[in-house]
Nanobody, 119 residues
Framework: QGQLVESGGGLVQPGGSLRLSCAAS????????MRWYRQAPGKERELVAA????????NYADSVKGRFTISRDNAKNTVYLQMNSLKPEDTAMYYC????????????WGQGTQVTVSS
């Protein structure tokens, strides 16, 4: 059974940086497109960033363009989210999501990691 485990969240001051990691196991990671979502209290879950299985194409929500970077290392079965110039409105639970890119036959969610931006 596939599994995604996020790490790297925490408390950071406005303007600071964090790097989230999502480690995959139990499935062929290189065949999966990956996404990062976030959900703040009282708000709907929103897509933050996405990357194709090869890493050749990335997409970002307008709210994080120029500040966040999604990347992946298929040799390490890990996807990353580098977050710079963090703002209080970035505070949320961040979730990793992966789906089989060619057939969309299976998908997995991680358990989430909390990011809090506050002074």
């Amino acid at each position: 059974q596939g599994q995604l485990v996020e790490s790297g969240g925490g408390l950071v001051q406005p303007g600071g940086s964090l790097r989230l990691s999502c480690a995959a196991s139990g499935f062929i990671f290189s065949g999966y497109a990956m996404r990062w979502y976030r959900q703040a209290p009282g708000k709907e879950r929103e897509l933050v960033a996405a990357i194709t299985r090869t890493g050749g194409i990335t997409n970002y929500a307008d709210s994080v363009k120029g500040r966040f970077t999604i990347s992946r290392d298929n040799a390490k079965n890990t996807v990353y989210l580098q977050m710079n110039s963090l703002k209080p409105e970035d505070t949320a639970m961040y979730y990793c999501y992966g789906y089989e890119e060619r057939l969309r036959s299976t998908a997995y969610w991680g358990q989430g990691t909390q990011v809090t931006v506050s002074s």
